[in-house]
């Protein structure tokens, strides 16, 4: 079926660190992709989004590039800041659907 | 724009009781959704309206679970009677359209069930 897979964590970096977050789908259709955050004690957020192959989602600093070859939307980010420190979750919609699907999240800590 | 609303933030319950949680999703957002996010896990979609309708409800387990949105606005969800395993994040959110361009969340409701 359907589903998202994200890198093991807790990521824990310092900052300023280069930031990369594992997202690989299964390859059904064409979905949208997304990338949602989710800070301590508040809901989830959406950070960015990719509707179709070699988009680029951007947002705050952090990119994401649909891969189709790949099955695959990682998350990055080239300097991250404390203020980063969150659950990121990956997040498909297949197309004609309004279901999200997400992975299981990735706790990040950046320290100082 | 307000955003999602929901309450309460917090609630505890013995197993076997019940409880309902409500939200009220962003004006004029015809879609709104249900999910249930246990520690340490994606959230997972319980219930899905369009308007006052259903569009999916295939992962609420029927038994226990329910939930309504009259005149389509608001929504409530109730579980009775609650198990251990319920404990969890209900988020509920809305979107217009088709929500290709992702839901506005709400800050959820953490049940803890003893």
């Known amino acids: 079926g359907d589903s998202v897979t994200q890198m093991e964590g807790p990521v824990t970096l310092s900052e300023e660190a280069f930031l990369t977050i594992n997202c690989t789908y299964t390859?059904?259709?064409?979905?949208?992709l997304f990338w949602y955050v989710q800070y301590p004690g508040e809901g989830l957020q959406l950070l960015l989004k990719?509707?179709?192959?070699?988009d680029k989602g951007s947002n705050k600093g952090f990119e994401a590039t649909y891969r189709k070859e790949t099955t695959s939307f990682h998350l990055e980010k080239g300097s991250v800041q404390v203020s980063d420190s969150a659950v990121y979750f990956c997040?498909?919609?297949?197309?004609?659907?309004?279901?999200?699907?997400f992975g299981q999240g990735t706790r990040l800590t950046i320290n100082p | 724009e307000a955003g999602v609303a929901q309450s309460p933030r917090y609630k505890i319950i013995e197993k076997r009781q019940s409880v309902a949680f409500w939200c009220n999703p962003i004006?004029?957002?015809?879609?709104l959704y249900w999910y249930q996010q246990i520690l340490g896990q994606g959230p997972k979609l319980l219930i899905q309206?369009?308007?006052?309708?259903?569009?999916?409800d295939s992962q609420l387990p029927k038994d226990r679970f329910s939930a309504e949105r009259l005149k389509g606005v608001d929504s409530t969800l109730k579980i009775q009677p609650a198990k251990l395993e319920d404990s969890a994040v209900y988020l509920c959110?809305?979107?217009?359209?088709?929500?290709?361009?992702?839901?506005?969340f709400g800050s959820g409701t953490r049940l803890t069930v003893v």
């Open positions: 390859a059904t259709g064409y979905p949208s």
């Open positions: 004006s004029g957002h015809a879609t």
């Open positions: 997040a498909r919609q297949n197309q004609g659907a309004q279901k999200l699907v």
């Open positions: 309206f369009q308007n006052n309708g259903v569009v999916d």
């Open positions: 990719a509707t179709k192959a070699d």
């Open positions: 959110a809305s979107s217009s359209g088709q929500g290709r361009y992702g839901y506005t």
